[in-house]
């Protein structure tokens, strides 16, 4: 068996966020489906529906279900009871279809079901022994423009890749990408770069002992651990720092203090090595300068 860490990133537009995360969140195999499911009957719980018959599939992602309008929504009034939450939050989308304007009432149930959609993907991660995997760099981050094209991998997600290696080497399995498709030109760059990490550094040849180098690529809409990874690393982007590592950027307090610890649960923590020493070694990572790379 294998295990499937599901990546995705926040930030890359460089329009709101106070950083670029690229990362995700692994899933043995054999608890991928159970997890799926499990998705599946928390949307109908939180909506009492599936987002999707009402176009609305993209709402499953952290900027839409952690959105600051969903937590002054579900603040307006008090915490309303299941069944109706349910009810109104069909209201909201079926309203939403008709071109017609939401209650109140319906508003407060729709913020509701969001946060009990993502407090409830976190904790479905948990019960089913996801592992967080994510790196950070500065926004806007980039290259020294006197510096000669690269098809070397940025700092970051080496470092990403390392974490995920040392994680199936404990494990003793081997593991998959699975990506979320952006702009397939983008995406094709990032694969050769994958590609010429793995074939042309000795590290990268030493990481295909267990790391599958070929990643595969899915629309997120379609698939719940997508949207997971989704939810996880938008909250690594507004709600976890390292402030050692010179990490301070802008942070969500409401994302902070309910998800940050959550993050905290969830992320790799295990032994590294380097020139035969070995340390404790994390599953999340800042960078602050990700274009110093040395080839290897």
């Known amino acids: 068996m294998s295990w499937l860490l599901f990546m995705d990133e926040s930030g890359h537009d460089h329009k709101t966020m106070p950083y670029e995360v690229r990362g995700g969140v692994a899933f043995h195999a054999r608890k991928l489906w159970p997890f799926v499911q499990a998705v599946q009957r928390l949307e109908l719980s939180a909506f009492g529906g599936e987002l999707a018959q009402f176009k609305k599939a993209s709402e499953l992602k952290g900027a839409k279900l952690l959105d600051k309008d969903r937590y002054n929504w579900a603040a307006q009034d008090a915490w309303i009871d299941p069944e109706a939450r349910r009810k109104h939050s069909r209201g909201f989308m079926t309203k939403g279809l008709e071109k017609k304007a939401p209650t109140r009432?319906?508003?407060?149930?729709?913020?509701?079901?969001?946060?009990?959609?993502?407090?409830?993907?976190?904790?479905?991660?948990?019960?089913?022994?996801?592992?967080?995997?994510?790196?950070?760099?500065?926004?806007?981050?980039?290259?020294?423009?006197?510096?000669?094209?690269?098809?070397?991998?940025?700092?970051?997600?080496?470092?990403?890749?390392?974490?995920?290696?040392?994680?199936?080497?404990?494990?003793?399995q081997h593991g998959l990408f699975v990506m979320d498709e952006t702009e397939k030109t983008a995406d094709r760059r990032f694969v050769r770069k994958l590609h010429s990490y793995f074939v042309k550094t000795e590290k990268g040849r030493q990481r295909t002992q267990w790391i599958v180098p070929s990643p595969l690529f899915?629309?997120?809409?379609?698939?719940?651990?997508?949207?997971?990874?989704?939810?996880?690393?938008?909250?690594?982007?507004?709600?976890?720092?390292?402030?050692?590592?010179?990490?301070?950027?802008?942070?969500?307090?409401?994302?902070?203090?309910?998800?940050?610890?959550?993050?905290?649960?969830?992320?790799?923590?295990?032994?590294?090595?380097w020139e035969g020493k070995v340390f404790k070694s994390y599953g999340m990572e800042f960078e602050p300068d990700p274009h110093l790379m040395e080839k290897k």
């Open 218 to 273: 899915v629309s997120s809409d379609m698939t719940s651990a997508v949207q997971a990874a989704d939810l996880c690393i938008y909250c690594v982007n507004w709600g976890f720092r390292l402030p050692t590592l010179g990490m301070s950027g802008e942070v969500r307090e409401e994302i902070a203090s309910e998800f940050g610890p959550l993050l905290s649960r969830l992320k790799f923590v295990g032994d590294g090595y």
């Open 105 to 172: 009432e319906e508003f407060t149930a729709y913020g509701q079901a969001c946060l009990e959609m993502a407090r409830g993907i976190f904790q479905l991660s948990l019960d089913y022994d996801a592992v967080l995997f994510a790196a950070a760099i500065p926004c806007g981050s980039k290259p020294n423009p006197d510096d000669p094209p690269s098809d070397l991998l940025r700092k970051d997600h080496v470092f990403l890749l390392e974490r995920y290696f040392y994680f199936l080497e404990r494990e003793q």
